[in-house]
């Protein structure tokens, strides 16, 4: 006999099992998906054991009769495919026809059915591979699928599971992720016969985010809506100081099907590039629609990735238009999460201690040291090019009555004066370094140098994107000692550095000669800025027409050039500061993304002093 056989029909479900089948995960997926195609409006998961030991899916959808349930085992039988054309427009969640097979030969599976109209359902039942008669079973209207003991037969792949509680805890993720997808359709799910997780069926998309992941990001949440190019997006966009290290809760669904897609990763990036640190992922819940033709959910086996026909203008239509409402978003750090992270602190170091804090009826030690204010005259930020101060602007009173709407929400009185508001103080500059200004509903405290570096950044970057960059140049050229190789490199690129508002040339073979800044900069740094280019371009390779190579040379300029702690400014300058800041897209951080200022409500202040 030759050595290559055809493989039995049973471990070729094993096999394909070890592609669909994960985990207990996997089966819930599959299952619970199965159930929407159905037209299911309530689905109940119920879990023992992680789901390990038993997963069972029942759904109110339009059941299968005994001729479905007999091919319900066989591999490759769907109702949702018939032809090969059928695969360029899937509208369904499901469509392979593999999933069922592969828990039949990996489990022990029953399926019980019945459809509306009928007096009584149909089972059908696998194991191992093994697929019995179909016959009569009593049973509500829909299907009802257990899958018990999974993996019981491939004992290799049931010892690289999990704990009970971390398969639940995925078990419970894709049920939740599948609920955000899907409206109008309620979930229970039950572990260890105690409810875990529910949304009834007339819960919104924004009322199920609150449900599972809680009030405190719900409340934080700014919508998006936009539609072009026949592609419908909606969703949630979370402030930046709502970020993680990982992408769990930057979730997509298109067309009701949820996804794990490195091009939607990188919409997210890119809308909230420069308003969060590189290394952190953004919060976020969103929709699309589009016509199934034109992205093909066939290219993964657990169909967790897509591939969109037209990617490119797509991609730039969503990140437009999510970026739109990250600049929405409250960007300030809540003085609130200071105060916490303050009491947690000394609760530390009080039990390590061996005290105890006081209570809020006793008398606390203030701090050690009195707290700088400054108040002392400048001229730098408030005159206009001519050397002449700004025209007045009227004040706008500062001390608006208190709120009592509920924490989130946004008074009446309050939305007016933002609205109004001609930043007029006053103002008190603590330690030459951080402003603080009265709001209508508390406080805030802003970093000068972080507001005026994201001022002057953007001032720069719309210069060179309008073609109008300002150079100043220097009466006597500064110079600059570098390397050959570095001499050589900004040789090769003066044109584009001209582009940006710096003039250099070489002046020597180890000695650059700096001719010009841009306008722009405040307290040009001439030799600073050369040694930020060049690190710039060795590390990157790139030059420095690229986009990206711009933008960090402008971060850098602008770091360099901007009031630095220490700097002492007076009320005209903090306004100043403030009305040109708030003319910008966004003034919530600055360029390295971190944030200008913090917020304290008067709610803030109360829980501080113990007055709730």
């Known amino acids: 006999m030759g050595r290559i ?15 669909v089948i994960e985990r207990p995960a996997s089966v819930v997926k599959e299952l619970v998906e199965n159930s929407i195609d159905a037209g299911a409006t309530r689905i109940r998961i119920d879990l023992e054991e992680g789901g390990v030991g038993l997963v ?51 489990a022990r599976c029953r399926i019980l059915s019945r459809q509306p109209g009928e007096e009584g359902g149909f089972q059908v039942r696998a194991e191992g591979g093994q697929v019995t008669e179909v016959e009569p079973a009593p049973g509500p209207i829909g299907t009802t699928i257990e899958i018990r003991d999974l993996f019981y037969n491939t004992p290799a792949r049931r010892q690289f599971l999990k704990t009970t509680s971390t398969e639940h805890s995925r078990c419970l993720d894709v049920i939740q992720r599948i609920a955000l997808a899907h409206d109008n359709i309620g979930f229970v ?17 924004h009322g199920r985010i609150r449900r599972t992941f809680g009030s405190e990001l719900a409340e934080a949440l700014v919508p998006v809506r936009a539609e072009a190019m ?38 997210l990036k890119d809308a909230y590039h420069g308003f969060l640190d590189p290394g952190r992922q953004p919060v976020a819940f969103l929709r699309l629609r589009m016509d199934p033709a034109r992205v093909d959910v066939n290219v993964h086996p657990a169909k967790a990735e897509v591939r969109f026909r037209d990617s490119r203008p797509m991609f730039g239509f969503l990140v437009k238009a999510l970026r739109a409402a990250v600049v929405e978003t409250d960007m300030a750090t809540p003085g609130e999460s200071l105060l916490q992270t303050k009491w947690r602190r000394e609760q530390r170091e009080a039990e390590a201690a061996g005290t105890y804090l006081p209570l809020p009826s006793q008398a606390s030690q203030g701090a050690a040291g009195p707290v700088i204010v400054r108040d002392v005259p400048g001229r730098f930020l408030h005159e206009d090019a001519t050397g002449q101060p700004d025209t007045p602007v009227q004040a706008w009173p500062s001390h608006a009555p208190a709120s009592s709407a509920p924490k989130g929400a946004v008074p009446d009185h309050a939305q007016d004066w933002a609205e109004q508001d001609r930043f007029a103080g006053p103002f008190l500059q603590v330690a030459r ?25 953007e001032e720069m970057r719309r210069d060179v994107r309008d073609n109008a960059v300002v150079i100043q140049r220097l009466l006597i050229p500064e110079m600059v000692e570098a390397t050959r190789a570095d001499v050589k490199r900004l040789a090769e690129c003066t044109d584009e ?116």
Not at 71 to 78: I, K, W
Not at 435 to 447: A, M, T
């Open 5 to 19: 056989q055809v493989l039995p029909e049973v471990v070729r479900n094993q096999i394909a099992a070890g592609e």
């Open 56 to 106: 069972r899916v029942t759904d109110d959808g339009c059941g299968m009769d005994p001729a479905d349930l007999a091919l319900a085992f066989e591999g490759h039988a769907t109702s949702k495919l018939s032809e090969s054309s059928d695969l360029e427009h899937i509208a369904s969640l499901g469509f392979r026809g593999e999933a069922l097979a592969s828990m039949g030969s990996i």
């Open 189 to 205: 799910t039950t572990h260890g016969q105690k409810r875990s997780f529910d949304v009834e069926p007339h819960m919104d998309f």
């Open 230 to 267: 026949g592609i419908e997006l909606e969703g949630f966009v979370a402030p930046p100081r709502f970020s993680r290290r990982d992408t769990a809760r930057q979730m997509w669904f298109l067309n009701g099907r949820m996804l794990r897609d490195k091009l939607l990763i990188r919409v």
């Open 433 to 457: 370094t951080y402003l603080l200004r009265s709001l209508p509903d508390g406080f805030e405290i802003i970093d000068q140098h972080a507001l005026h570096e994201r001022l002057t950044y």
């Open 497 to 612: 550095l001209e582009r940006i508002g710096i003039l250099v040339e070489p002046f020597g073979e180890t000695t650059l000669a700096v001719h010009g800044l841009p306008s722009r900069l405040r307290n040009p740094d001439a030799e600073g800025v050369v040694r930020d280019l060049i690190e710039i371009l060795c590390r990157d390779g790139k030059l420095p027409g690229a986009d990206d190579v711009i933008e960090e040379v402008l971060h850098s300029a602008a770091c360099r050039s901007s009031i630095m702690a220490g700097d002492e400014l007076s009320d005209s300058d903090i306004q100043t500061l403030l009305q040109r800041s708030a003319e910008l897209e966004s003034d919530q951080t600055c360029p390295h993304s971190r944030p200008t200022r913090v917020r304290f409500s008067l709610a803030d202040l109360e829980k501080a002093f113990h007055r709730r």
